[in-house]
């Protein structure tokens, strides 16, 4: 089956995986769109009960049966070969097509499509630009891979050309998609147990860029040389930003006590105006330059660019602040690479502290073990390093890595860290040990927030 999102509405589509923070909005979309929808996962969620709502038939658990007179099955890269609505649908003749895929042909239907790349920083880029093109009243369709309070969750049906999504790299996904402008935030290496290498992923994104067609437009950051690299190869129009010699650029910068920036943003020579941001770190500032470089694109006045700013948030998980108890600041953030994980706690250190307790779940034996080093290097904001065990996600342990071997190497490099190998243990340690004024981060892209969670409920109910 070819699918066409615009000739193909008497299809019925169905969802292996519905629940989840990409797949729920692809079959939102289709709802809204007159599609017949079912889906699976596996469990009930604030999301499936909000599509049932919708009219999507879904099924809790994965079974044969769920395939009921349907044209096509969507799946995600996480969704095993030996699934069983999966085998059933080959069996069946049944066409399959996978997230990426599906997404690229939605995106076909809309004319400005807008596609967010990039290693880090990806969903809090998308929030911004959410924000803007809301305040500018673009009736965008957005998909963000986080939950927004401006859209009420993590995507919106918008009935306007503008369609607005992260363009994920994990196994050239973003390679199937239609972007009018991309946007790539920074390159780095990831995703190792499918990339050869650095300089497999940079080519990746150079393939990226050469999707987008020679009217549209290229925004990257050039303080990083590989997205200069891309930059400087691309054929369509470019629009570059940094701190120096961009396009656009910051100026004049000053922080709040809650680590939040403010700024002058000039085109060129030309001041456009006073920047003030709701969301704190110096990587902030960046993400909020690629959004404006995003708006100026589509002439966006400069009042909603502004407004669209200070009032967005970012995302949950994205330096979330999850409460304050006995004067203890308790933050959440998704932050599961070194370089992110840098970046959240130099944000961390720009708030006024006693100290720093970084409670981190390391994401995925494959990451934890090919960035092993640059995971040694990226805690020396942290006054304490509670290291809990590595969360498999899609992976098995091999028995080749573990947490207790990090804890070690930070233990080296004279780091204060402590291995704990639960929630519970991980809770008890950071009740003994805080005090009045420090901060306790949770840091991690699994379940690590359950401490943080635990910790405010408990001392709240004291």
Do not use: W
């Not at 990339?195 to 860029?209: E, G, H, P, R, V």
């Not at 891309?230 to 910051?250: H, Q």
């Not at 130099?346 to 995925?364: L, R």
């Amino acid at each position: 089956m070819s699918f066409d999102f615009i000739k193909d509405r008497d299809k019925k589509v169905h969802f292996i995986g519905i629940g989840g923070i990409s797949m729920s909005g692809l079959a939102a979309i289709l709802l809204n769109s007159g599609f017949k929808v079912s889906g699976s996962d596996f469990k009930e969620s604030k999301i499936t009960k909000k599509l049932e709502l919708s009219g999507a038939e879904v099924y809790i658990g994965h079974k044969k049966e769920n395939i009921k007179d349907v044209d096509l099955v969507v799946y995600t890269a996480a969704i095993p070969a030996n699934n069983p609505e999966i085998i059933y649908a080959k069996e069946q003749n049944i066409d399959l097509m996978d997230r990426a895929e599906f997404l690229g042909k939605i995106m076909k239907g809309h004319k400005y499509n807008i596609a967010v790349a990039g290693t880090h920083g990806k969903t809090t880029c998308t929030s911004m630009i959410s924000n803007i093109a809301l305040k500018a009243n673009l009736d965008p369709t957005i998909l963000v891979g986080g939950e927004l309070d401006a859209i009420g969750g993590n995507f919106r049906i918008g009935n306007s050309d503008f369609f607005l999504t992260e363009a994920c790299e994990y196994k050239r996904s973003f390679l199937k998609f239609f972007p009018y402008v991309g946007v790539i935030l920074n390159i780095d290496a990831d995703h190792l147990d499918y990339y050869k290498d650095i300089d497999d992923i940079a080519d990746t994104f150079l393939q990226f860029s050469k999707l987008i067609p020679t009217d549209g437009y290229l925004v990257g950051y050039n303080g990083d040389s590989r997205v200069k690299d891309v930059i400087s190869k691309a054929k369509c129009n470019t629009l570059s930003y940094g701190f120096k010699d961009a396009d656009v650029t910051a100026k004049n910068i000053t922080f709040n006590e809650k680590g939040c920036a403010s700024f002058e943003v000039y085109q060129k020579d030309v001041k456009l105006s006073d920047i003030t941001l709701n969301t704190p770190g110096e990587h902030n500032i960046l993400n909020a330059l690629s959004s404006i470089c995003v708006s100026i694109i589509f002439d966006v006045d400069i009042n909603s660019i502004v407004e669209g700013l200070l009032e967005c948030e970012g995302a949950h998980k994205r330096f979330e602040f999850k409460g304050k108890v006995d004067g203890i600041t308790i933050i959440d953030d998704y932050a599961h690479h070194p370089v992110e994980i840098k970046a959240t706690l130099n944000t961390a250190k720009k708030i006024p502290h006693n100290k720093i307790y970084c409670v981190f779940q390391p994401h995925t034996y494959t990451r934890t073990k090919t960035l092993f080093n640059e995971f040694t290097d990226a805690f020396f904001d942290a006054d304490e390093v509670i290291l809990m065990d590595i969360y498999a996600a899609r992976e098995k342990d091999t028995g080749l890595i573990s947490s207790d071997k990090l804890g070690d190497a930070l233990r080296s490099k004279n780091i204060k860290c402590i291995n704990v190998h639960s929630h519970d243990e991980a809770l008890a340690y950071v009740k003994l040990n805080l005090s009045k004024n420090d901060l306790l981060l949770t840091v991690g892209a699994g379940d690590v927030v359950i401490v943080g969670e635990k910790y405010l409920n408990e001392a709240s109910q004291k």
